[in-house]
């Protein structure tokens, strides 16, 4: 909105306008920065055969595909293949201001202004088109007749194995991921009390 | 932030205010009178209240001094009035086949959580934006635009994120606390205006709208991403479809208006990915690089 607007780069908005008139919002084709030196690879994994060593902060292009946390790039020289989704950081450092905590994030910012900094190549915005924004939240009022409706929507803890077993998903047994230690000191912005973790 | 100091602070003054407008209130209009089989508490139980009123103040109230005061029966009648009034922000997407799609997917996601029994419902809303919300007690809505943009893991991720802010009793919290500031804005508000017929069932209504309008709790947004994946992951899908999103989010302008509400109600995604990278590392890769399942394919199999 205005104030988001106002907070953006003159050029940024440019180009946005620019992108306006796109269809939809390609959520492909993303500018991206290597985090740090890696392999391209020609697979999904770490086994899979090493195409070219690539320095960090190499500049890639996002693809379509993924597989796991694989993800396909092409590379400025345009060679084609695999690396860890973990390993690539949005060339516009959009969404990495307040993280002090990672230094390759840190040295990214460097080259933001290049993009105006702000996610801006992936506007895409349809014109006339929005979502549920706010402004509906603050005008909703309440539905009960289709509180109705979704509670008839319900499936039964028995439809829900039979989707399983048709889906082949099985349950597995897996760890609680660990909280960070110190979460709070890279949640920028936020309640840096939080509430104590179990 | 000094907001939760802040609303402890007021709580004190919304407590004693709050007596000396709960006979004026009328709670059983605007949300159709859910909370009336709450059974009324003794703080409000003033001589001459009007019975339901003291019932929903006195959830209100409970809300405001902890959440823990707030049992699976209160959970629930919550969650209902919440989801009620999100569900009065968007219609529901017309697709039946689509409905039963997304509620045996969450039914099941579900069912791997900490609180399996709940009566988890899930619903599509028909709306081109890409956004998650749940509501106490089981309440999951997922917006077509984000069904569109998503494999069924990925879909999977969001939805055990939302599922985790339920088991986590997160939008509890989040209300209780501003339940404790706004309590003591309306209260001092009412005593000027001394005459504000319906004002506790409103308050709930706004207390609502406000909470999906500004978001939960930084950490336990961090917290629901790492919950969410490893619930993901315990029922057979890809622990990296949540991830995935947040890459997909990554690419979003925060003024798109598809993603304009999704992106200012939660911590930035490039922040919610190196949260998860710290948390997962290599961990959960065992589980991953399973072939993506396309939503339109699945419900093809039907």
Same mark, same amino acid.
């Given at each position: 909105?205005? =104030?988001? @607007? !106002?907070?953006?780069?003159?050029? #940024?908005?440019?180009?946005?306008? *620019? /992108? $306006?008139? %796109? &269809? +939809?919002?390609?959520?492909?084709?993303?500018?991206?920065?290597? =985090?740090? @030196? !890696?392999?391209?690879?020609?697979? #999904?994994?770490?086994?899979?055969? *090493? /195409? $070219?060593? %690539? &320095? +960090?902060?190499?500049?890639?292009?996002?693809?379509?595909?993924?597989?796991? @946390?694989?993800?396909?790039?092409?590379? #400025?020289?345009?060679?084609?293949?695999?690396?860890?989704?973990?390993?690539?950081?949005?060339?516009?450092?959009?969404?990495?201001?307040?993280?002090?905590?990672?230094?390759?994030?840190?040295?990214?910012?460097?080259?933001?202004?290049?993009?105006?900094?702000?996610?801006?190549?992936?506007?895409?915005?349809?014109?006339?088109?929005?979502?549920?924004?706010?402004?509906?939240?603050?005008?909703?009022?309440?539905?009960?007749?289709?509180?109705?409706?979704?509670?008839?929507?319900?499936?039964?803890?028995?439809?829900?194995?039979?989707?399983?077993?048709?889906?082949?998903?099985?349950?597995?047994?897996?760890?609680?991921?660990?909280?960070?230690?110190?979460?709070?000191?890279?949640?920028?912005?936020?309640?840096?009390?939080?509430?104590?973790?179990? | 932030?000094?907001?939760?100091?802040?609303?402890?602070?007021?709580?004190?003054?919304?407590?004693?205010?709050?007596?000396?407008?709960?006979?004026?209130?009328?709670?059983?209009?605007?949300?159709?009178?859910?909370?009336?089989?709450?059974?009324?508490?003794?703080?409000?139980?003033?001589?001459?209240?009007?019975?339901?009123?003291?019932?929903?103040?006195?959830?209100?109230?409970?809300?405001?001094?902890?959440?823990?005061?707030?049992?699976?029966?209160?959970?629930?009648?919550?969650?209902?009035?919440?989801?009620?009034?999100?569900?009065?922000?968007?219609?529901?997407?017309?697709?039946?086949?689509?409905?039963?799609?997304?509620?045996?997917?969450?039914?099941?996601?579900?069912?791997?959580?900490?609180?399996?029994?709940?009566?988890?419902?899930?619903?599509?809303?028909?709306?081109?934006?890409?956004?998650?919300?749940?509501?106490?007690?089981?309440?999951?809505?997922?917006?077509?635009?984000?069904?569109?943009?998503?494999?069924?893991?990925?879909?999977?991720?969001?939805?055990?994120?939302?599922?985790?802010?339920?088991?986590?009793?997160?939008?509890?919290?989040?209300?209780?606390?501003?339940?404790?500031?706004?309590?003591?804005?309306?209260?001092?508000?009412?005593?000027?205006?001394?005459?504000?017929?319906?004002?506790?069932?409103?308050?709930?209504?706004?207390?609502?709208?406000?909470?999906?309008?500004?978001?939960?709790?930084?950490?336990?947004?961090?917290?629901?991403?790492?919950?969410?994946?490893?619930?993901?992951?315990?029922?057979?899908?890809?622990?990296?479809?949540?991830?995935?999103?947040?890459?997909?989010?990554?690419?979003?302008?925060?003024?798109?208006?598809?993603?304009?509400?999704?992106?200012?109600?939660?911590?930035?995604?490039?922040?919610?990915?190196?949260?998860?990278?710290?948390?997962?590392?290599?961990?959960?890769?065992?589980?991953?690089?399973?072939?993506?399942?396309?939503?339109?394919?699945?419900?093809?199999?039907?």
């Amino acid at each position: 909105m205005i =104030r988001t @607007a !106002l907070t953006r780069a003159p050029a #940024a908005l440019l180009l946005l306008f *620019s /992108l $306006a008139s %796109l &269809p +939809a919002p390609a959520l492909a084709d993303e500018p991206v920065l290597t =985090r740090r @030196a !890696l392999e391209l690879r020609d697979g #999904a994994g770490d086994g899979a055969r *090493s /195409l $070219a060593a %690539l &320095p +960090a902060r190499a500049a890639l292009t996002r693809l379509d595909g993924r597989q796991g @946390a694989w993800v396909q790039v092409r590379t #400025a020289a345009g060679a084609t293949g695999w690396v860890h989704m973990f390993d690539l950081a949005p060339a516009s450092g959009a969404g990495s201001d307040n993280s002090a905590g990672s230094s390759a994030t840190g040295a990214l910012r460097g080259v933001t202004g290049l993009f105006g900094g702000g996610g801006v190549r992936q506007a895409g915005t349809t014109a006339g088109i929005r979502g549920l924004g706010a402004e509906d939240i603050a005008n909703a009022q309440p539905n009960p007749r289709a509180l109705e409706q979704v509670a008839g929507w319900r499936q039964g803890e028995g439809d829900a194995r039979a989707f399983a077993q048709q889906s082949g998903l099985q349950p597995v047994t897996v760890e609680p991921l660990p909280a960070p230690a110190r979460a709070a000191s890279r949640t920028g912005g936020g309640d840096p009390a939080g509430r104590e973790m179990p | 932030m000094n907001r939760a100091l802040h609303a402890r602070l007021l709580a004190g003054a919304a407590a004693l205010l709050l007596s000396a407008t709960a006979a004026a209130q009328d709670p059983t209009r605007a949300l159709g009178g859910l909370l009336r089989s709450i059974t009324p508490g003794n703080v409000l139980n003033l001589p001459g209240a009007a019975q339901p009123g003291a019932a929903t103040t006195d959830l209100l109230q409970m809300l405001a001094e902890s959440v823990d005061r707030i049992d699976e029966t209160r959970e629930l009648e919550i969650g209902r009035q919440l989801a009620s009034v999100l569900l009065g922000s968007k219609p529901l997407h017309p697709d039946v086949a689509l409905q039963r799609y997304v509620n045996r997917l969450g039914r099941w996601v579900s069912l791997q959580s900490a609180r399996p029994q709940l009566p988890w419902t899930f619903a599509v809303l028909d709306d081109p934006g890409f956004n998650a919300f749940a509501a106490p007690g089981g309440f999951v809505f997922v917006t077509k635009g984000l069904v569109d943009r998503v494999d069924e893991a990925e879909l999977a991720g969001i939805l055990a994120h939302e599922i985790t802010h339920v088991t986590r009793r997160h939008h509890l919290q989040a209300l209780g606390a501003k339940a404790r500031a706004g309590l003591a804005t309306q209260a001092l508000t009412s005593r000027l205006r001394n005459d504000l017929g319906g004002a506790v069932s409103a308050q709930m209504l706004s207390l609502g709208r406000n909470l999906y309008a500004s978001g939960l709790d930084q950490s336990d947004e961090f917290e629901a991403d790492r919950e969410g994946v490893a619930l993901a992951a315990r029922a057979g899908f890809d622990p990296y479809g949540l991830p995935a999103v947040l890459q997909q989010l990554r690419t979003a302008a925060p003024d798109n208006p598809l993603f304009t509400l999704t992106l200012s109600t939660h911590p930035a995604p490039q922040q919610r990915l190196e949260q998860l990278e710290t948390a997962m590392g290599s961990r959960l890769d065992a589980f991953a690089g399973k072939p993506p399942v396309p939503i339109a394919h699945r419900l093809r199999q039907r």
